[in-house]
């Protein structure tokens, strides 16, 4: 059974200017970059780090491999955000001049990625992920839209998911279980402990 934490990525540059990112691939600001140190320090060691593809998730997934003495990221490119197609790069505002009503009524815009499409290509990436990190804990930094979209999947209660908070998911032979919600940045120094069992 492989133990999978599965990490928001820090702040980026465009979370600090409240644009809607998707697949865009603006690089973490400098607070993202800390927040990915501060996480390092307080999470339990693991010898197996993984990210997405975009810079944000790369970055941020770096500086705790490095931080935890591993190698560098395992690249999942399954595990890059949704795409939100012509909501990417906008602020609440603009979307709602743009595309008036669609985010109170939960409207989404032509090439916004579907629910089941988004879905399959994580579970596709996270089985891949299992199968290299064996019965071993290893920290995957993907991002928000992932969490949320597996949260939802697994039935767990909606909560927000801030950068460098996330969740422990357990694979075993394609089945998944969720774990704790975990938020590094948030506590005191002590470490998030690597659960037995999820």
């Known amino acids: 059974m492989a133990r999978l934490l599965l990490l928001r990525h820090g702040q980026s540059v465009w979370n600090?200017?409240?644009?809607?990112?998707?697949?865009?691939?603006?690089?973490?600001?400098?607070?993202?970059?800390?927040?990915?140190?501060?996480?390092?320090?307080?999470?339990?060691?693991?010898?197996?780090?993984?990210?997405?593809?975009?810079?944000?998730?790369?970055?941020?997934?770096?500086?705790?491999?490095?931080?935890?003495?591993?190698?560098?990221?395992?690249?999942?490119?399954?595990?890059?955000?949704?795409?939100?197609?012509?909501?990417?790069?906008?602020?609440?505002?603009?979307?709602?001049?743009?595309?008036?009503?669609?985010?109170?009524?939960?409207?989404?815009?032509?090439?916004?990625?579907?629910?089941d499409v988004f879905l399959a290509r994580i579970l596709a990436g996270l089985n891949r992920l299992a199968a290299v990190a064996g019965d071993r804990p290893a920290i995957a930094v993907t991002h928000g839209g992932v969490i949320y979209a597996l949260e939802a999947h697994l039935r767990c209660p909606p909560s927000r998911v801030t950068n460098m908070s996330g969740r422990w998911v357990a694979v075993d032979n394609g089945r998944?279980?969720?774990?704790n919600r975990v938020h590094p940045i948030q506590a005191s120094n002590t470490q998030t402990p690597i659960p037995d069992l999820l």
Not at 176 to 179: K, Q
């Open 16 to 115: 600090a200017s409240r644009r809607w990112q998707g697949q865009a691939d603006p690089p973490l600001s400098e607070l993202g970059r800390e927040q990915a140190a501060a996480a390092a320090a307080r999470l339990e060691p693991v010898d197996l780090v993984a990210a997405s593809t975009l810079q944000r998730s790369r970055a941020s997934a770096e500086i705790i491999a490095d931080a935890m003495g591993c190698g560098p990221p395992i690249l999942v490119p399954e595990l890059i955000e949704r795409d939100v197609r012509e909501f990417s790069g906008l602020t609440r505002e603009q979307i709602e001049q743009q595309f008036p009503g669609f985010l109170e009524d939960g409207r989404r815009p032509p090439g916004w990625e579907q629910d």
């Open 176 to 179: 998944l279980t969720a774990g």
